[in-house]
DNA sequence: GTTGATGCAAAGGCTTTGCAACTAA
DNA sequence: TTAGTTGCAAAGCCTTTGCATCAAC
């Protein structure tokens, strides 16, 4: 599960990335997280490097969204959220908690695009279709 | 177009709200707007009602998301955006300008329905598909 | 008359910025 | 060497809150 530092390099490298140990530190912590906001990453990379600032953690974010190492997710509570997987998938999205899980489905995937194959949207470059199952978690329950 | 604040009072009462000229100038604004951030309504309901605050603007958005009135919708800028339509619908979302558009695709509600009428999702109570087009509105275009 | 809504100003939370010091390539 | 990155602190933007006043029912 924990990867290799020298390969997160590598794939920053490969993303046209400078791989400094920021950079490495926050990718890794995407990389256990799935789905997180500034935050929670700023915490989780904090342990592997304490050095780390929350400027940073920001810049840093945002050089991988512009790079497409990472996507942005929407969300409802006016906060930054950040995806590492960045194929086409589902969501589900908690409500109340503001967590993320993928919800793979190649069956609803392979619907919806069919469905848009031959249709255009007057005006609109879609870039992407995204589907989010929206409700809450039971208590029971646990989604990352 | 214009609604009468009549009836804008009667629905405001239907929906166990008290009729204040602040509620009905919110609601009224969003009915034009259709879709809009706080800052949004805050502009176009301080055109018919001059007196109205940001702090009220606030107060009463939440509690007409609270009552089922508007619904709140997910945005990938960090900001509340909010939708007069509580019905199931399908949206175009420019990624550049953070504005919304109804798409409205019974074929394709119909399909995503269909394929989620027998399908449970362990642990997760579904309140509603949201289903997003994501891209950038051509610049001769104009999407509200 | 009650109960809840509004206005104001202040505080709060999250994100961005400017700039000097630093470092990966 | 140098173009790009980091750390820091301050500012910025959006949203929420506390409380006294006010208004719809």
Redesign the interface.
Known sequence: MKIDPADIRKILRRYGLKATPQRVAVYEAMRELGHASADMVYQQASMALNTLTVATVYNVLESFVQAGLLQ?????N???YLDVNTYNHCH????KTHSYKD?DDP??ML??HN?FRNRK??????????????????S????K
Chains 1, 2 share one sequence.
């Open positions: 942005r997710r929407m969300s409802s006016n906060k930054m589900l999205y908690c409500e919800y069956e609803l619907l919806i469905h949207i007057r005006g609109f470059d879609l870039h992407r279709i995204d589907v989010q199952l929206v409700g809450q978690k039971r029971s329950s646990r989604l």
